[in-house]
């Protein structure tokens, strides 16, 4: 016989709901001093899509983040308030600064 786990996982967010209907969850998170919805996808939409915290590309069928202001209007947010970052990109996201400094014909996406 195990002993009986008395404290939570790691692995386990603390305030993750899932979406009634849906395949993922969605949490609330902080960053830069506003909450944050933050969904979790596996990136089979078909769309390329550039991280705004290492600047490189997400290619299609990579699984990463969907992340916008709670404070939008909508469940999902507005389309143009969502940003796709890479896992590792939002876990590192108080570490680093944006990296905006691209080439002068380096697409703005």
């Not at 404290?7 to 979406?19: I, K, S």
């Not at 080439?103 to 996406?109: D, E, L, Q, T, V």
């Given at each position: 016989?195990?002993?009986?786990?008395?404290?939570?996982?790691?692995?386990?967010?603390?305030?993750?709901?899932?979406?009634?209907?849906?395949?993922w969850i969605e949490?609330?998170?902080?960053?830069?001093?506003?909450?944050?919805?933050?969904?979790?996808?596996?990136?089979?939409?078909?769309?390329?899509?550039?991280?705004?915290?290492?600047?490189?590309?997400?290619?299609?069928?990579?699984?990463?983040?969907?992340?916008?202001?709670?404070?939008?209007?909508?469940?999902?947010?507005?389309?143009?308030?969502?940003?796709?970052?890479?896992?590792?990109?939002?876990?590192?996201?108080?570490?680093?600064?944006?990296?905006?400094?691209?080439?002068?014909?380096?697409?703005?996406?």
């Open positions: 016989m195990s002993p009986r786990r008395s404290r939570p996982r790691g692995d386990e967010p603390r305030n993750a709901r899932p979406v009634s209907g849906a395949n949490q609330t998170e902080s960053f830069g001093g506003e909450d944050w919805q933050v969904r979790s996808v596996a990136g089979n939409s078909g769309k390329r899509y550039r991280c705004p915290g290492c600047d490189q590309e997400i290619p299609p069928g990579v699984g990463h983040v969907v992340a916008w202001p709670a404070s939008s209007i909508g469940a999902a947010g507005s389309v143009d308030d969502r940003r796709h970052w890479h896992r590792a990109c939002w876990s590192a996201r108080e570490r680093r600064a944006a990296n905006l400094l691209r080439g002068r014909g380096a697409p703005k996406y």
